[in-house]
């Protein structure tokens, strides 16, 4: 087994817990929950789901980015909402941020509550090789 290596930039929100952004580890990238959190401001976007399911991938994104990945190669999400009526809203931006062929796996599920009351979080797994 190789050495974990912590995954930390400015442009994600820091972590809020005794966690990290992300780990990479064995070809893996493994990204922390993310929050629809303005890493620039440290608040939260919006509470509306596109807005907020948009921003939690960028931050997502930039996550990747500083561990020379890319959403091109996220092959497993884990998304929580607090209100499975959004699923649909929610769907079509993150179609739109993970444009490719194949998508990633994914499941989702309604949680009764998010740090931060967000409407929205969401992990995920991806290659670095």
């Given at each position: 087994?190789?050495?974990?290596q912590?995954?930390e930039?400015?442009?994600?929100p820091?972590?809020?817990?005794?966690?990290?952004?992300g780990?990479h580890?064995?070809?893996?990238?493994?990204?922390?929950?993310?929050?629809?959190?303005?890493p620039?401001?440290?608040?939260?976007?919006?509470?509306?789901?596109?807005?907020?399911t948009a921003?939690?991938?960028?931050?997502?994104?930039?996550?990747?980015?500083?561990?020379g990945?890319?959403?091109?190669?996220?092959?497993?999400?884990?998304?929580?909402?607090?209100?499975?009526?959004?699923?649909?809203?929610m769907?079509?931006?993150?179609?739109?941020?993970?444009?490719?062929?194949?998508?990633?796996?994914?499941?989702?599920?309604?949680?009764v509550?998010?740090p931060?009351?967000?409407?929205?979080?969401?992990?995920?797994?991806?290659d670095?090789?």
């Amino acid at each position: 087994m190789r050495e974990i290596q912590k995954v930390e930039t400015k442009n994600a929100p820091a972590a809020v817990g005794p966690y990290s952004q992300g780990t990479h580890v064995n070809g893996f990238i493994f990204v922390s929950g993310q929050l629809p959190v303005d890493p620039g401001t440290g608040q939260m976007v919006t509470r509306d789901i596109k807005t907020q399911t948009a921003r939690v991938i960028d931050n997502i994104e930039a996550i990747l980015q500083e561990a020379g990945s890319s959403l091109n190669r996220v092959v497993r999400c884990d998304v929580f909402l607090t209100d499975m009526n959004e699923f649909k809203a929610m769907n079509e931006v993150y179609a739109s941020k993970f444009p490719g062929d194949i998508k990633p796996a994914r499941q989702a599920f309604q949680v009764v509550r998010l740090p931060l009351d967000a409407m929205i979080e969401v992990s995920c797994i991806a290659d670095a090789s």
